[in-house]
């Protein structure tokens, strides 16, 4: 992929959210819908432990098309890896991981979804709060990155944020 040119496509702004609702969560999956403003053929994710003071591993991680609600097509599920592994542990503090290009094409204005699973026990103080229109997220207990359908937890499909 040495021909590409990146542009930065979505973002959100990293804040300190510990005290929000939990201090730690395990065995969890996030889903992210993610509404991207250009349109590209790959992608390469960027993540920060910024304020933790504890090393964060995301256990896996994929990207797959949105469908409706916290639903992914399952056919375009697609992994994301970090230096040709599954799994990123980023140290307390640590900012700027980024993950490998992934081969993955999608359109400005069609969402796509990012899930992240974190089986191990993870501080929960750095991450972005906002919601809206264009910041959707979903999570659920276990480990549903390659599930089309991520069952929702009972307080709303916006998740713990």
Known sequence: MSNIKW???WG????????NHTEYFKDQTFRYRIYPTV???ALRLHFSNRFNTEPTTITRA??????????VDAATITDITFGGCESLTMEAGGEHYVSDDIPFPFA???????SLYFADLTQN????????HYIKKYYSRGDHTHSADIPLETWGENGPY
Not at 62 to 71: D, I, L, M, N, R
Not at 108 to 114: P, T
């Open 125 to 132: 103080m750095t991450g972005h709060s906002n919601n809206g």
């Open 108 to 114: 400005a204005g069609k969402e796509f979804s990012v």
């Open 62 to 71: 994929t990207v797959a098309q949105y469908t409706e609600g916290s639903s």
């Open 39 to 41: 349109d590209g053929t």
């Open 12 to 19: 959100a702004a990293c804040t300190t959210i510990c005290m």
């Open 7 to 9: 542009v930065a496509g």
